[in-house]
């Protein structure tokens, strides 16, 4: 069989293809229907191809380890008390005072009212850690905050001093627990804030532990570590961390 040549396929733009195509078609062969029926199909469906979308995940604005740190960073501001970094067998890492026994904590990052999630992992000094809390914060000083309260043996979210939601969280002695805290925004202004907490020897949880509405609006702070030695042993901090999140 004599073989055709496609003489639109030397065409330099997408019009004069097009109408090559059509002349071309008056000549039927296999491979002409091919290119006249399905290539303008195979175009169609490539302009109309969206990239994917990357996946409504965090984005890290703020993270410390203090793995190459001697002192406490500049970029934290101490409230009541002095925090320190101190040097142990598995690495460094941010110490909340024992004295006074009362609340410590430090401040870090920009201050912001929804839209962030802020994470950190404490522990306290074996045998004591019944007697200690500890808390991330958002929203400064009278913001969102979610505690680990082993006397109660519960997990608790709080706003300023009042408790708006608690489930049983029993934390393990000298082992260290891992907080997240976020809020964000939801429709018909009202805000979702969410919290979880899980020990070492476990996986994070999938789902949110704490979930609450409020239909006050968030108050613009700082985020925050805190913790209150009534044991009379400092608090480790380590790990602390800040994101964006995804409306």
């Not at 500049?74 to 460094?92: D, H, K, L, M, Y």
């Amino acid at each position: 069989m004599k073989r055709r040549t496609l003489p639109f396929i030397l065409t330099h733009n997408l019009t004069d293809f097009v109408v090559a195509a059509v002349e071309h078609v008056k000549k039927p062969t296999d491979v002409t229907y091919k290119v006249v029926v399905i290539l303008p199909l195979l175009l169609a469906g490539a302009a109309c191809v969206t990239p994917p979308r990357p996946a409504m995940d965090a984005s890290p604005l703020f993270q410390e380890s203090f793995d190459q740190k001697q002192t406490l960073p500049s970029a934290f501001t101490p409230v009541n008390g002095t925090a320190t970094v101190v040097a142990t067998e598995g690495g460094r890492h941010l110490e909340l005072p024992a004295a006074p026994k009362s609340e410590h904590g430090v401040l870090f990052g920009p201050a912001m009212a929804e839209g962030f999630r802020v994470g950190a992992r404490f522990r306290g000094a074996a045998g004591e850690q019944d007697d200690t809390t500890f808390a991330v914060g958002l929203s400064g000083l009278d913001g969102y905050r979610l505690r680990v309260n082993p006397e109660r043996q519960q997990l608790e979210l709080s706003r300023d001093t009042a408790v708006m939601q608690s489930v049983p969280f029993q934390s393990a002695l000298g082992q260290w627990i891992h907080l997240r805290l976020q809020v964000r925004a939801l429709p018909g202004l009202q805000w979702a804030v969410q919290g979880k907490a899980w020990d070492e020897s476990q996986q994070e949880p999938a789902a949110w532990m704490l979930e609450w509405t409020d239909t006050a609006k968030p108050e613009l702070g700082q985020a925050a570590v805190w913790g209150t030695p009534l044991g009379g042993e400092p608090v480790a901090v380590d790990d602390i961390r800040l994101w964006l999140i995804e409306p």
